[in-house]
C-alpha cells in the first residue's frame, strides 16, 4: 500500500496539495499517524489540537510543538492548525464551551489563542474554528455579539502573529453557511487575517450551491479546504465517493480558483482504519484530478 500511493506526489496530477487529518488518526501516536501521513503521499496534514495528540493546555505543551515541528520539517508535510477536538475542554459537553456559550467563552477565546501561537511556532498556514452553537433561546444579536467580540479577540493575537485565521461554517451551529462568515467578516470589517474553511461535504449537506459553485463563489477567500463526501441534509462525513459529492467538479474549481492551501481530508471517525481509508482517500483525489485536467481539455 505505502509504495504504490507514494509514487509520484499528490502534485503530480493536479497543482493542488492534499492533507489527511490527524482527527482521523486518533488511535495512532501523533508521530506514528505523520510517518503514515506521508509515506503515503500526502502533502500536508490538518493537525487537530487535541490531549491524544498535542494538547494545548499541557505543561510541556512548548516542548512537544518543537518537537511536531521537527517532524513534520523532517516528512516534508506543511500543516494547517485544526480546533474542533470534541472533548479537550469539557468532559460531559461535546464541543463546549464554545464562542457563542451562556458561560465560558473566554475559555474557548483562550484556545484559540494558544492555537495561534502554536500555529506560529510550526509555521502553520491557517488556524480553522468555529462558531458553536448557543444555547436554546439564544436571541440572535445577542449570539453575534458574543461571536464578532471573541473572534476579534483571536485576530488580534493572530495579528501579532502573522497567523490567519479561517473560519468555518458548520451545520447546525451559529455559523452554519458561507453566507454567516461572510456576515461575520462584514461585522468585523473585512479584516485580511480572517478568512473561510470550506469543508466540501458540508455544501452537499447544508448550502444552497455545489461544491463547485461555492468554490467559485468564495475562492479568493479560501484559506483551508476539508475534503470528504455527504449526502443532502445529513451532516455524516463519508469516504469519497461514496455520498452524492462530484469530486472531479470540486477538485476542477479549485484548480480554477488557483487555491494553493492544503485541501485536507476529514473523516473524524474512520480511525479504526486510518491507512487504509486514508489510501484510498488518495487515491480518489488523484483520480478526480486527472478527470479534471480530462474535462478541461474537452472543454478547452
Not at 9 to 32: E, K, M, P
Not at 102 to 111: H, K, N
Not at 227 to 239: A, N, T
Request: proline share 5%; hydrophobic share 40%.
Amino acid at each position: 500500500m505505502r509504495g504504490t500511493a507514494a509514487s509520484g506526489g499528490a502534485t503530480a496530477d493536479t497543482a493542488l496539495r492534499f492533507g489527511y487529518g490527524t482527527n482521523g488518526f486518533g488511535d495512532h501516536r501523533l508521530r506514528d499517524a505523520l510517518e503514515v501521513i506521508a509515506g503515503l503521499g500526502y502533502d500536508g496534514a490538518a493537525l487537530t489540537l487535541d490531549h491524544p495528540h498535542l494538547d494545548p493546555f499541557a505543561p510541556d505543551a512548548a516542548a512537544r510543538t518543537a518537537a511536531v515541528g521537527r517532524d513534520l520539517e523532517r516528512l516534508g508535510l506543511a500543516v494547517v492548525v485544526e480546533t474542533g477536538a470534541r472533548y479537550l475542554m469539557d468532559p460531559w459537553r461535546k464541543h463546549e464551551p464554545t464562542l457563542v456559550s451562556d458561560t465560558g467563552r473566554e475559555r474557548r477565546v483562550d484556545l484559540l489563542r494558544r492555537a495561534v501561537r502554536i500555529a506560529a511556532d510550526l509555521g502553520a498556514e491557517a488556524v480553522s474554528f468555529w462558531s458553536g452553537i448557543p444555547p436554546r433561546g439564544t436571541p440572535a444579536a445577542v449570539g453575534w455579539d458574543r461571536l464578532t467580540e471573541g473572534v476579534a479577540r483571536v485576530l488580534e493575537e493572530a495579528e501579532r502573529h502573522g497567523v490567519t485565521c479561517a473560519f468555518e461554517p458548520e451545520p447546525g451551529m451559529f455559523c452554519a453557511t458561507l453566507a454567516d462568515v461572510r456576515a461575520l467578516r462584514e461585522r468585523l470589517g473585512r479584516p485580511e487575517r480572517l478568512r473561510i474553511t470550506l469543508d466540501v461535504g458540508h455544501c452537499v449537506c447544508n448550502e444552497p450551491l455545489t461544491a463547485a459553485d461555492s468554490v467559485r463563489d468564495v475562492g479568493p477567500l479560501l484559506a483551508n479546504v476539508q475534503m470528504d463526501d455527504m449526502r443532502p441534509g445529513v451532516h455524516e462525513h463519508l469516504e469519497l465517493g461514496t455520498g452524492e459529492l462530484d469530486l472531479a467538479a470540486t477538485v476542477g474549481a479549485l484548480m480554477d480558483a488557483d487555491y494553493r492551501g492544503l485541501a485536507s481530508v476529514e473523516l473524524p471517525r474512520h480511525g479504526h482504519a486510518a491507512p487504509q481509508v486514508a489510501f484510498r482517500s488518495l487515491e480518489a483525489l488523484r483520480s478526480a484530478g486527472r478527470r479534471a485536467l480530462d474535462l478541461r481539455k474537452e472543454a478547452g
